[in-house]
């Protein structure tokens, strides 16, 4: 009997694989490479914080996948082929540190025609998808717009967009385009009157556009569930519904906040029942508030405060650009140390009050043009205040308000950055081959170079950074000095006091990573990634746990180990062992020291246990 059923079981197997949909896996995938016991569990959301199944603590950094998917070159996806996705993912992971993609999706063609849903497009788009997954990189897809939709827009237009489908916008028989005397292309969004009244249109349902926008999400989202392994779905952090969310054009009495609340978060609520009638039921969505809640200088009140507690099933999910540098008037100089860490604890405080976490899902600075010589200075201290809501002058004295760690994704990661070939609005007049290829913009952190080599467009120390990426407790500060650089100048906002001189010694000139948790008895190791600038035989660790200098390789007995990062790309990672619950733990983690003597070790130990004692308790 036992033989009859396995051969019964070969035959059901066998035929389960011929009705199986084009693209939907018929077996379990293979294990992502370097992948350690605890690694690749789903996320959710707990205590504010995104945590794993072990309970710890997970922070996202990463990278938009990509602006590409707003051009047609490439109809509608973030790559040219499987291949360039796989590329981009390793040079990701390896060159820029990131553990986590925003992945963009284009509802003009995901539904080209309305009601008929392209399974040619959501195949291409789950593929790759698949091989940021199989990367060991989380991802969160997100329905992109920006103008609403690209053909609004005549062929001789300065400026595009892109989101909805043809058909959504023959529907609504919009004014010609025209933004006036714009001199950035998000004018748009207050002063086309076709943008606004197309997106006042979406917001009101007119012509049924929101319910088809919603149908085409859940048979999107059912779609990549369905062709995704269990194990490649579990790295599929939730739904960003819409990004940058807008009303066009507010009704009569009505202001930003009670359009949120009136329209916005109903949309949300709709979405949220889409992703569970899909199978996402355990996934939050990333809701953005009104794009203007926390800008600097285009302000409005705003960041879903009628809501009520979001909890578990919605993820505060904002953007964060320097208007006031990008425009090139309000802000002369550069960036200082401590800029933005008010901004973004405006993010962090307005999530701790919706009871959920948050995550920065755009921030960045043009690379290119009149103020790319602020970008150093501007993306310096946004990962600084993502790492801590105190500026480095203060961090030693008051790490204890450091806060959260932040989430964040910045805009982006398009490896065609600068080798585009998009005719704007569809016009072979207008080819556009530089930057981005999409209003003039060019913030891709990445190239290919001649030879087809993924290659960075920054400099490496500010992007691949030391962060927790997970936490065995809870965080109770932070802070990553990258000793980046502006020109010739190397900017050192956090340098180590002279009153822990020890430490100072150690860290020398180098970079440094200081991550201070109380521990919640999870067995799994607390997580730092390890830039490609701290090779493991040259990395000092000094720490409650002990100290070492070159970790050895990952043990489950071991408090001090380093590993491979999940996905085979050669990237690293600092392994620390606490299971106990309730303690104090610290780590400082630096490339500043070559061979330090076991009483420098001692010393900076003795000095760093003071200090946490005297400022953590």
């Known amino acids: 009997m036992p033989n009859i059923r396995a051969r019964l079981l070969v035959v059901l197997v066998v035929l389960c694989g011929f009705l199986t949909v084009a693209g939907t896996p018929t077996a379990s995938a293979a294990t992502v490479p370097d992948s350690l016991s605890f690694d690749g569990t789903p996320l959710t959301v707990s205590g504010g914080r995104f945590v794993d199944a072990h309970g710890r603590e997970v922070v996202l950094r990463g990278y938009n996948v990509s602006g590409e998917t707003k051009l047609a070159e490439n109809k509608g996806l973030p790559f040219a082929s499987v291949a360039d996705a796989r590329k981009s993912a390793t040079a990701l992971r390896a060159l820029g540190g990131g553990n986590s993609v925003r992945f963009l999706l284009s509802w003009a063609y995901a539904e080209p025609v309305r009601g008929q849903v392209d399974p040619a497009y959501l195949a291409a788009a789950t593929d790759q998808m698949r091989a940021f997954l199989d990367a060991g990189v989380r991802v969160y897809p997100d329905f992109h717009q920006d103008l609403y939709s690209r053909y609004l827009f005549d062929p001789d237009s300065w400026y595009t967009g892109d989101g909805a489908p043809q058909w959504a916008v023959d529907l609504g028989n919009y004014p010609d385009e025209s933004c006036g005397i714009c001199f950035l292309w998000g004018q748009n969004i207050t002063q086309n009157g076709a943008v606004k009244a197309a997106q006042r249109d979406f917001w009101h349902n007119a012509y049924g556009l929101q319910d088809a926008f919603l149908t085409t999400a859940q048979r999107t989202m059912a779609y990549v569930k369905q062709n995704l392994t269990a194990e490649q779905f579990a790295g599929v952090v939730g739904f960003d519904p819409y990004n940058e969310p807008y009303a066009g054009a507010y009704d009569s009495g009505q202001n930003s906040r009670s359009w949120e609340r009136d329209l916005l978060w109903p949309f949300y609520v709709k979405f949220r029942a889409r992703m569970d009638a899909a199978g996402w039921q355990d996934k939050p969505a990333l809701v953005e508030p009104n794009l203007f809640w926390n800008g600097n200088v285009s302000k409005e009140e705003g960041g879903l405060l009628d809501a009520g507690v979001l909890g578990s ?170 000793r980046s650089r502006d020109g010739s100048t190397t900017l050192t906002w956090n340098p180590v006091p002279s009153s822990l001189p020890s430490t100072a010694q150690l860290v020398g000139s180098g970079q440094y990573g200081l991550l201070v948790w109380r521990s919640n008895g999870s067995a799994a190791p607390t997580e730092l990634h390890l830039p490609a600038s701290f090779p493991t035989a040259a990395t000092t660790v000094v720490s409650d746990l002990g100290t070492v200098y070159g970790p050895p390789a990952y043990t489950s007995t071991a408090k001090i180990g380093a590993a491979p990062e999940p996905g085979g790309t050669g990237s690293r990672r600092l392994l620390l062992t606490a299971p106990d619950s309730g303690a104090v733990h610290y780590a400082l983690v630096t490339n500043g020291a070559t061979a330090p003597s076991a009483s420098l070790l001692a010393a900076a130990r003795s000095e760093l246990s003071a200090w946490v004692t005297q400022k953590l308790g």
């Not at 650009?321 to 933005?340: E, H, P, T």
């Not at 310096?380 to 801590?388: C, F, G, I, N, P």
């Not at 290829?437 to 960075?456: F, I, M, Q």
């Open 313 to 482: 099933r919605y993820v505060f999910n904002t953007h964060f650009y320097d208007q006031k540098a990008i425009s090139g008037i309000l802000m002369w100089g550069k960036a200082a140390d401590g800029q933005y860490v008010t901004d973004f604890g405006t993010v962090r405080d307005r999530a701790a009050a919706a009871g959920t976490a948050a995550v920065v899902s755009e921030f960045g600075h043009p690379l290119a043009g009149t103020v790319a010589d602020k970008a150093p200075t501007v993306l310096k201290a946004m990962y600084q205040a993502l790492d801590s809501r105190v500026k480095g002058a203060s961090w030693w004295n008051t790490p204890a308000a450091s806060g959260p760690v932040l989430s964040g994704q910045q805009w982006q990661w398009d490896i065609y950055n600068g080798r585009h070939r998009e005719l704007m609005n569809g016009n072979p007049d207008k080819v556009l081959t530089a930057g981005d290829a999409w209003n003039d913009e060019d913030l891709s952190a990445v190239r290919l170079d001649d030879a087809g080599k993924a290659t960075l467009r920054q400099d490496a120390r500010l992007l691949d950074r030391v962060y927790p990426s997970a936490t065995g407790g809870t965080t109770l500060a932070f802070t990553y000095e990258d």
